[in-house]
């Protein structure tokens, strides 16, 4: 039972780092937009950015020329991590 355990531990906390890191490159994405001699780098971080806020701007429109998704899309990945990744984490120490 240990070994599911284990496993569980492990593949939360994996969940968690891609989580993290998918919010730091949009936050990066962010400020790189803001950047116009950043162009190469931000075009980069904006393709692996889209992973997430490319469905997202399907459903929200654009509050002119303000593009929201990158916030909302963080929201939801801060709210994925600590409801999903933390499930599995606890459920992994309590199979332990």
Same mark, same amino acid.
């Given at each position: ?7 569980? $531990?492990? *593949? ?8 993290? $890191?998918?919010?730091? $490159?949009?936050?990066?994405? =962010?400020?790189?937009?803001?950047? +116009?001699? =950043? /162009?190469? *780098? !931000? !075009? !980069?971080? @904006?393709? &692996? =950015? ?6 997202? /701007?399907?459903? #929200? +429109? /654009?509050?002119? +020329?303000?593009?929201?998704? +990158? #916030?909302?899309? #963080?929201?939801? &990945?801060?709210? %994925?991590?600590?409801?999903? =990744? @933390?499930?599995?984490?606890? &459920?992994? *120490? %309590?199979?332990?």
């Amino acid at each position: 039972m240990f070994l599911i355990a284990n496993f569980l $531990i492990g *593949f939360g906390y994996a969940i968690r780092v891609l989580f993290n $890191i998918e919010i730091i $490159i949009i936050i990066i994405s =962010a400020f790189l937009s803001w950047i +116009p001699q =950043a /162009r190469s *780098f !931000y !075009y !980069y971080f @904006q393709s &692996l =950015a889209d992973i997430v806020e490319k469905p997202l /701007r399907k459903i #929200i +429109p /654009r509050i002119g +020329p303000v593009d929201i998704s +990158p #916030i909302i899309a #963080i929201v939801l &990945l801060v709210f %994925l991590d600590r409801f999903l =990744a @933390q499930s599995i984490i606890d &459920l992994g *120490f %309590l199979l332990k």
